[in-house]
């Protein structure tokens, strides 16, 4: 497991890229990805690519960066999922709290 | 670790050595540097002063008379148990074999003679460290164990307020199977069954995030709320969205509960699930061999606040000897010693030419214990069989009462009016019940008194009101179709009202209680040549004629706009006002 994050040349947007299984090892780097920034992004894209499993403690990361992000009014999107994960986030019917792409 | 400096100076070192002179002079060389000294002057004496005085370290002469050094060794690290006594040994041997033999037999190190002072402190200090961080190391565990062992015995007693909690339900009727296996003490799993006034069941199967107590944290409000609002006879939408208000309230944002929840209507075969979360659970009917998949179509419980269960909860209908499975998602990742998981493949796989006779409960279980092997679970493991028997057959136990000083007021009547919005969105039932529970003697009876309720309520809206058609149901398909131009009706209404009238007598030794339900729709002709109702079907069909096996009396009223039905227990006389102003 690897997190690693990537903020746009103007700062407006910051990804944050998953590598492996993606579960409650995860926890303390993954707030890191957001919390440490000096100013607060307006989109954020978590990129799971390299990710090969999410479990419900990723899920509640998720919902974490969600209420960190503003809510209701957070502008996240989840990219490049693989089947497992896409259907993870499929039954906990997460595409209507997040953008997945 | 800040003080070994200090106790390295306060080490006490024992010395055994058969020669006079040489003990001497490593024991001057010692307390020059500061060290405390016990001496022996052979090995079997060595023994004897380390169990005495519990030195630090020992520094052993290999060859001895009476014990040799070796020996020696063997029995101080049996005393010394668990502490960590280094031993070095003295010796002036030379030949690897044996200096190999010093350290065999349970040596740390050896220190040649003639003694190098310079070594012989390095050596020390090197062992003074040693021991103190084996010290902090076994300190530390014991710690850590202690803490452990607190914490599982509050995890016990935790565990057993929440057993009561959450089993004071019906998972032990007849038609339930179920296996709940803990991946801790606490499981992240709770699994909830209950049967409501009308004689309904819902069962309830929950997932919190995580494994353990921070799992197990939001299951004691969740059984309290499901438990309390079923017993008072609210809808299955009303408890799924208080429940859901009350973990979006007090978990926190990473916490939530994959759910499943499904009300069961054994009196009209009829089953109703909402899924939020959880793997597709399923109906299997062995009949015809068909499976009904109940997939989720809901963010799970304690996520978002206000959730639209108006179109979230899907009604099925169901026969008698069909089965229900709900699992969570440990059953379908539970994996083997080859990192393989179970799957649902596998699991639909068993359902396969089941037939009416295969008791598939046990053998899902034991599929999933054979799969796992020595591999362990990583999820808990959660699995519920519900049977669909016939009503009479679905017997539990509900508590009784304990008695009461006052039976209240023994005269009374009340009158509830509803007008659109209410008739809309509000179901009065459980207010009305609450009330007619305060009544000690009427607390026996509270799942008659709901069923004849909601059944002269139900028909109030659905055929006085709405003017829907019972026949519609009998259709395949007929329920949901129902249910639809329910909904369009009650999103249509208007100026109609709906006024239920209670009217309660009673004594310790019996009753009666008259329930009254007039709507402001058109009503129906009820009367006949012999003046009596026509045909249930007409109007209602099964349950009218449950209405009228659980009361005294039922009569229609006015134009057929209102009904009467008088509900009589212990030895009360009817007094049948209605039938008189009828005739």
New interface residues.
């Given amino acids: 497991m690897s997190i690693t994050s990537t903020t746009s040349t103007d700062g407006s947007e910051l990804t944050i890229a998953i590598e492996g299984r993606f579960d409650f090892s995860s926890h303390q780097t993954f707030r890191q990805a957001y919390e440490d920034l000096t100013e607060k992004p307006d989109m954020y894209s978590v990129d799971m690519n390299a990710a090969s499993y999410l479990d419900s403690s990723a899920l509640g990361m998720l919902l974490l960066l969600r209420d960190f992000a503003g809510g209701d009014s957070a502008n996240i999107s989840i990219l490049n999922c693989n089947d497992d994960v896409r259907k993870i986030l499929a039954i906990s019917n997460f595409e209507q709290l997040f953008t997945i792409k | 670790m800040t003080s070994s400096h200090i106790q390295s100076v306060d080490s006490v070192i024992l010395i055994a050595d058969d020669s006079d002179f040489d003990r001497l002079l490593l024991k001057s060389i010692l307390k020059e540097q500061g060290h405390q000294v016990v001496e022996a002057v052979d090995g079997l004496d060595a023994v004897a002063v380390f169990d005495r005085e519990r030195p630090q370290i020992v520094l052993l002469d290999a060859l001895m008379p009476n014990m040799d050094g070796f020996e020696a060794a063997r029995r101080i690290k049996l005393l010394a148990g668990e502490d960590l006594v280094p031993i070095i040994f003295l010796t002036s041997l030379q030949d690897a074999g044996s200096l190999a033999r010093c350290l065999d037999a349970g040596g740390d190190d050896f220190l040649s003679k003639p003694y190098n002072p310079v070594i012989l402190q390095a050596k020390i200090n090197a062992f003074v460290r040693m021991s103190e961080m084996h010290k902090t190391m076994r300190d530390q565990r014991d710690e850590i164990a202690s803490h452990n062992a607190h914490l599982l015995h509050q995890q016990n007693v935790a565990k057993k307020v929440f057993d009561r909690v959450a089993h004071a339900g019906c998972l032990d009727a007849s038609n339930i199977q179920f296996t709940l296996s803990p991946a801790a003490v606490f499981n992240g799993d709770i699994l909830l069954a209950g049967v409501s006034p009308t004689g309904n069941m819902t069962m309830l199967l929950g ?1 919190f ?2 494994h353990g107590l921070d799992a197990a944290i939001g299951a004691m409000p969740l059984a309290e709320v499901f438990y309390s609002m079923l017993k008072k006879g609210f809808s299955l939408r009303d408890i799924i969205r208080e429940i859901n208000l009350k973990l979006c309230d007090i978990l926190p ?4 509960c ?1 759910a499943f929840f499904a009300e069961f209507d054994f009196n009209n075969n009829r089953v109703q699930v909402w899924n ?4 597709d659970c399923l109906i299997y009917s062995a009949l015809d061999n068909t499976i009904t998949r109940l997939p ?5 419980l304690g ?2 606040p206000l959730v639209n269960l108006k179109d979230s909860i899907e009604l099925h209908e169901v026969k008698e000897g069909d089965r229900l499975y709900a699992w969570s ?1 440990g059953i379908i990742e539970a994996g083997n010693s080859d990192g393989e998981m179970f799957s649902e493949a596998r699991l639909l796989k068993l359902f396969e030419g089941g037939g009416p006779k295969l008791d598939l409960f046990p053998t899902i279980n034991a599929a999933v214990v054979d799969f796992i092997g020595e591999g362990t679970a990583g999820d808990d493991i959660s699995l519920i069989e519900v049977t669909v028997v016939a009503p009479e057959s679905f017997k539990v136990a509900i508590a009784e009462t304990e008695g009461e000083l006052s039976g209240g007021p023994d005269d009374w009547s009340l009158t509830y009016n509803l007008r659109r919005e209410a008739i809309r969105e509000f179901d009065p039932l459980p207010q009305l019940l609450q009330v007619l529970m305060q009544v000690p003697y009427l607390r026996q009876f509270g799942g008659q008194v709901f069923t004849v309720l909601s059944e002269l309520y139900s028909n109030a809206v659905d055929h006085g009101i709405l003017r829907l058609d019972s026949a519609i149901k009998n259709t395949p398909g007929g329920f949901s179709q129902y249910y639809r131009q329910r909904k369009r009706g009650l999103a249509a209404l208007q100026e109609e009202e709906i006024l239920i009238k209670l009217h309660y007598g009673g004594t310790a030794t019996g009753g009666t209680l008259e329930i009254t339900v007039k709507d402001s729709g058109a009503g129906f002709n009820y009367l006949t040549g012999a003046g009596q109702p026509i045909s249930d079907s007409h109007k209602s069909g099964r349950g009218m004629h449950l209405v009228r096996s659980l009361c005294d009396s039922v009569n229609y009223l006015g134009v057929g706009n209102e009904v009467c039905a008088i509900f009589v227990w212990g030895n009360h006389k009817p007094r049948n006002p209605a039938i008189e102003r009828v005739q």
């Fill in positions: 997932d995030t995580g944002v990473e916490i939530f994959c939020g979360g959880l793997p989720s179509r809901n963010v799970p996520i978002v998602d």
